[in-house]
Structure formats: C-alpha cells, structure tokens
C-alpha cells in the first residue's frame, strides 16, 4: 500500500497533464459540445489559479494578510465516448497541487483527489441544441480540521446536474447552461454560464461569463464558521478558496481554440473575478488538448456498402457462334444474375435443319417413282 501511495504521488503529476473539467467552480474551456456517433474523445490539460485577496461574506475585497499568497494547480484527463448518436458518456481523474505562503510558514499539497464519470445527450437538436449534462465527483482527499497541508478541493462528494443550451453550425456560436450542483456536508450551488465567440474551420475566439451563487445554506452556517476560517487561515494563507461558507463567484473569461484539424485542438482560457462572496478572489488560465478518434465502429464491414455489378456491364454470349442471327435480350428490366449459372450449363441449341421423318421419306420416293414412270413415257413415245 505505501508503494502504491509512492507511486501515486509522484507520477500522478505528470500522468494527469490532461482533460476538461475543473474543481469547485468547475466550467472553463469553450463549451460546445461536438457528437459524432461512436467516437472517442480524449481531453487533457491544466489549470492555474493565483490569488492574495478575497471576496468577504459581504462582497468587498479584502487583501490576504501581509505578503500571503495561494496558488492551485489542477491538472486533469477526461476519456468521452459518444456510443450512440446524440449520446456520451465520460470518466475523470484529477490531480491537484495546492501551495499556500505565510510569513512564516509554507505548505505544499499535491494529491490524487477525486475521481467522476458523467454523461451528456442532445435531447433536442434544431436552432439551439438542448443537452442536459451529469456529473458525479467523489473526493479522495477529504478535509480534516486536525489537517496541516494545503487544501486543495473540496473534499466532499458532488453531484452537478446542468442543462445546456448551444448554437453550434455557423460561423458565429453561442451557448448558455445552468443547473444544480450538490455538495455533501456544504452548500447547493446554482452554476451559470453563457458566453460566444466566432469560429472559423476548427478554430474559435470567444468570450464568456460564468459563476455560482449558494441557494442552499451550509450546515455549519453560524455554528462552525470560526473553526473552518481558523483551519483556512493556518493551512491556505487565508484565501477562501475552499471550505467556506456559503460561498458566491462570477468571473470574466475569454477562450481561444486553435483546431490543427478535427481530431486535434488546443484549447485555452483566461479568466478574471469579478465579484463574490466568501470566496477568493484571482486569476486564472488553462490549457487543455483534445483529441479525437474514430473508432472501429465506423468503418467496419457491417456498414460499409455493398457495391453491385451493373447487369449490363458484361452481356450473355450465346452459346453457339454459328448462328449469328441469334441474340440474348438484356435490356428488359430482368436481373441478369438469375440467369448467369444457367447460362452456364445449358444445351447447345438445336440445329437447324430438320430430321426428314418416315412420311417424308415415303413422299420422296412416291415423287421419284412419278418421275421415273414419267420418263419411261416419253421414250415410248420417241421410238414411235
């Protein structure tokens, strides 16, 4: 198990520079969504957060103390599949490298610490596509109040359910989601976005806004509010990038993918906060790659067409040569190929000329005997 642990922690990090979904206020990256039947997608990639000051619960923002600072590096791989037309389903890691600095004291924590699988379907395609979204999240690095690292997620499990409406086929797309997303032992959060850009063949600029508000109080509201901000202030620098109560943001963010061809995009972001309440305040960017594949699927035998051959393209000869009167039709609408093995086999044809019968043969000697009496006749007649 400690080799297990060893090997977790340290190729994590570089195994997990890869995907398409972040922590907490988990929406970066241009959000349309592509559905080409049993294709496998795979997204990966990071994201950068910096911040030294936060939104407090009444909405101003308040530097960290003295030269505190806190960053967060998440990095991620997501695998999608589209089995079905208008139908993916997706799974998730994340890893997450958290540095917080006081003045006196800094602390690092980089872990494994959630895994998600997900699903998305087109329930309406027209002049904007309808797409409910799914995704489950379980921490594997839950928060302890006794905890002397960094906090670098949740550290509880989530569920986000979102319904999505985009724009995806001209040169200029727009998309907008909202939904619910559910946090076990925190506040239910409302998570939002709409944003648009112009694209060009596999390329896209745009701008987005996007954000969360609490509309479900956290359990520990008025009750455990002190513990949490004395863990928060000990461990992250005081930055309320987790673990706190009731927590609101809206950010500016503007994207920008770079399509090298369908099967191979980059994609990248930079955002902004705007506003907020007990959360932090900061910047950050992210770049993801994401590949596309065709899978066997799609060019398997079963679907590939079946190409005839034209019946005219060669026509039946007939069998015998010597009567050049004789022609097969093929132009009348009969497949061909339900002769062809007969053709093969059959009879040469009869021959022309008839087989005298025995009434033939006895007219013939009826009308040689007529001439032979005929004859002996007239020399009778001579030597008279």
Do not use: C
């Not at 030269?67 to 997450?96: C, M, P």
């Not at 909202?178 to 959060?189: I, M, V």
């Amino acid at each position: 198990m400690n080799h297990m642990s060893y090997v977790l922690k340290h190729l994590a990090l570089p195994i997990g520079v890869l995907a398409i979904f972040i922590s907490q206020n988990g929406y970066s990256f241009n959000k349309l969504k592509t559905y080409e039947a049993r294709t496998f997608e795979l997204s990966g990639g990071a994201t950068y957060f910096e911040t030294t000051s936060n939104f407090n619960n009444n909405g101003s923002k308040v530097n960290l103390l003295g030269s505190n600072k806190y960053t967060l590096l998440d990095t991620f791989l997501e695998a999608r599949y589209v089995f079905k037309e208008h139908w993916s389903v997706r799974g998730q890691a994340y890893i997450s490298n958290a540095e917080s600095r006081n003045t006196d004291f800094n602390r690092v924590n980089s872990t494994l610490n959630g895994l998600a699988v997900g699903g998305d379907w087109m329930v309406y395609r027209g002049f904007m596509d309808i797409i409910p979204e799914f995704n489950v999240r379980y921490s594997l690095d839950p928060i302890s109040n006794s905890q002397d690292s960094a906090i670098n997620n949740e550290g509880v499990l989530e569920v986000l359910a979102m319904l999505k409406a985009q724009n995806n086929y001209s040169w200029f797309s727009y998309y907008a989601g909202g939904g619910y997303h559910f946090r076990s032992e925190r506040s239910g959060t409302l998570p939002w976005y709409f944003g648009g850009g112009m694209q060009w063949k596999h390329s896209f600029l745009g701008l987005e806004l996007n954000g969360f508000q609490s509309i479900v109080d956290d359990g520990d509201k008025g009750t455990a509010e002190s513990r949490r901000n004395t863990l928060i202030q000990r461990v992250n620098a005081g930055s309320y990038r987790f673990y706190t109560v009731n927590p609101s943001h809206i950010q500016a963010q503007v994207n920008l993918d770079i399509g090298f061809s369908s099967g191979f995009i980059l994609k990248s972001f930079v955002a902004s906060s705007i506003s907020g309440q007990s959360y932090a305040n900061g910047m950050t960017i992210g770049l993801m790659v994401n590949l596309l594949f065709d899978t066997f699927s799609n060019s398997s035998p079963k679907s590939a067409p079946v190409v005839s051959k034209p019946v005219d393209s060669k026509p039946i000869e007939p069998t015998s040569k010597k009567d050049d009167a004789y022609q097969i039709q093929t132009q009348d609408g009969v497949d061909q190929k339900l002769f062809e093995r007969e053709a093969e086999v059959a009879p040469p044809p009869k021959k022309v000329h008839k087989i005298p019968t025995e009434d033939d043969l006895q007219d013939q000697l009826d009308q040689a005997e007529m001439s032979i009496k005929l004859k002996a006749k007239k020399k009778k007649k001579k030597n008279r």
